[in-house]
Every structure is written in structure tokens, then in C-alpha cells.
């Protein structure tokens, strides 16, 4: 986690396939970050990642066990938020019901090199007209793409558990669902829904890719994201 790329520092320049890169973020990710902020392509992994989150949450909510839990959180937060649900509510959820493993897919495939894009240009903004860092968008926007890795191996493990938990809430690495004990009306119950261990997972290794991006050091790139994210998470559990 100190890591901290110098200028004179070799950088890795052997090619680097879609495959070899994928397993790297997982395993290794500052070999891969040195090689995509000298060799920023980013096409291919976000086709990789998009489709297969696409895959693994539109398959799950195509099934009937899927469908059957999207409509039980569906009406769960409804009730939440607005008290009653009327039963024009309940059948205007029963109509879309068939067609959520569409709607889900569509949203990965849209929403999430979108979120990408939004994420890119908010810490472009912080490194490079704040803190004056110098490196091109297309570099930062790759090593976000590429730190998207492990959101893919986060569907291909939630997905299929939620289908044999027949739920999708909470969500199985969160820590909502490893202290069950928690009052689900609670303060505390809302943080640890709102915190994941992918997504603390994720965040080390953005922390890594932004450290060699920016010639900073990785240990205080990371807390400056948990920090941020342990805010987000108390805002969202005091809503909720």
C-alpha cells in the first residue's frame, strides 16, 4: 500500500492482454496500473466488464427466483419510504416484474460505463485542477475502467448466492449480512448495509492505480477514499 511510482522509475512495456490484465487487477494490480498509465487502452476492458455484469444481473433477475426477489426489495423500499403501497402500486410492480432482467441488463451495459465516466472526470477534477497533478484524462479514465475489475468478480460471486439465498437483500458482502443481530430499523443496521467489503476492495485498488497515475502514495490516496466513502455510508444509513 506505500507504493509510490519516482520518475525514473522503469515502467513495464511488454504487451499486456485483456486476460493477463483482468487477473492482474485481482492478484498484482500495480504491475497492470504501471503498464495502463504508460499504455491507457480502455475499450476492451470496459466491454469486458459492462457485459459481463450485464450477464451475471440480468440472468439472475430473468430467473423467477429473481424476479420473485427484485419484487420483494422493490416493495420493502417502497414501504419504507412512502408508508403504505397501494394495490395499483403492487400491480404496476407485477407488470414490470417480467421484464426486470431486461431492465437490469440495460442498466449495466448504460449506467455503468456512465458512472465510470462521471467517477473519471470528479477525480480528474480533484488531482489535476485542485491539486495540479499532471496526466492526461484518458490515462485516469483507464485506470478507472480498469479498477472496475473487481466489481465484475463481485457479480460473478453476489449473483448466483443470491439465487440460493432466493434474496438480494442485504447484499452478502456487506457487512449488514455478516451481524444479523442488527435491528433492521436501525442506524447501525443502515451503515453496515451501506458498506461492502468488494467495495472497500475496490477502493485499495483504485487507491493503487490513482498512487501510480499521480506519483502519490498509496496509503494516503486510500484513506482520502475511505473517508469519502465512510461519509457517503453514514449519509445513506441516516436517510434510509
Not at 473519471?120 to 490515462?139: E, H, Y
Not at 432466493?166 to 456487506?174: L, V
Amino acid at each position: 500500500m506505500d507504493h509510490q511510482t519516482s520518475s525514473t522509475e522503469v515502467v513495464r512495456t511488454e504487451p499486456m492482454g485483456l486476460v493477463s490484465r483482468f487477473l492482474g487487477i485481482i492478484f498484482s494490480p500495480s504491475v497492470v496500473f504501471e503498464y495502463v498509465v504508460q499504455t491507457p487502452n480502455w475499450l476492451g476492458m470496459l466491454l469486458v466488464t459492462s457485459i459481463t455484469g450485464a450477464v451475471f444481473i440480468g440472468g439472475f433477475m430473468s430467473t423467477e427466483v429473481g424476479q420473485e426477489a427484485w419484487l420483494d426489495q422493490a416493495l420493502s423500499q417502497a414501504s419504507a419510504s412512502a408508508g403504505e403501497i397501494s394495490d395499483q402500486q403492487v400491480a404496476t410492480m407485477e407488470k414490470i416484474q417480467p421484464y426486470v432482467g431486461l431492465i437490469g441488463a440495460g442498466q449495466v451495459l448504460l449506467g455503468g460505463p456512465l458512472v465510470t465516466l462521471i467517477l473519471s472526470g470528479l477525480l480528474f477534477v480533484v488531482f489535476s485542477t485542485i491539486l495540479g497533478a499532471t496526466s492526461t484524462f484518458r490515462q485516469l479514465f483507464s485506470v478507472v475502467v480498469h479498477s472496475g475489475v473487481i466489481g465484475t468478480v463481485q457479480n460473478i460471486f453476489i449473483w448466483p448466492l443470491n439465487y440460493f439465498r432466493e434474496t438480494m437483500s442485504p447484499s452478502p458482502t456487506s457487512l449488514a449480512a455478516l451481524l444479523p443481530m442488527l435491528d433492521e430499523d436501525s442506524f447501525m443496521y443502515g451503515l453496515a448495509n451501506a458498506i461492502d467489503l468488494f467495495l472497500l476492495w475496490w477502493l485499495v485498488v483504485l487507491a493503487i492505480g490513482l498512487a501510480i497515475l499521480y506519483k502519490k502514495k498509496a496509503k494516503s490516496v486510500a484513506l482520502s477514499l475511505f473517508i469519502v466513502y465512510g461519509l457517503i455510508a453514514m449519509v445513506i444509513a441516516a436517510v434510509f
